[in-house]
């Protein structure tokens, strides 16, 4: 019930669908990922 409700504010942020939240979020951990994983390698380049 509470996950139900949380959901229905969310999709009414903005305006925008819970689709599009979806995807922005996962594009975001995505563009994140990628940045953290190439600062780790410049880190243990003398490895």
């Known amino acids: 019930?509470?996950?139900a409700e949380?959901?229905?504010?969310a999709a009414q942020?903005?305006?925008?669908?819970n689709k599009f939240?979806?995807?922005m979020i996962?594009?975001?951990l995505f563009?994140?990922?990628i940045l953290t994983?190439?600062?780790n390698?410049?880190?243990t380049k003398g490895l």
């Open 26 to 28: 996962v594009l975001v």
């Open 13 to 17: 942020f903005l305006g925008m669908s």
């Open 41 to 43: 390698e410049d880190k």
């Open 37 to 39: 994983s190439s600062y």
């Open 31 to 33: 563009i994140v990922s």
């Open 21 to 23: 939240w979806i995807v």
């Open 1 to 3: 019930m509470l996950l």
């Open 6 to 9: 949380t959901t229905a504010k």
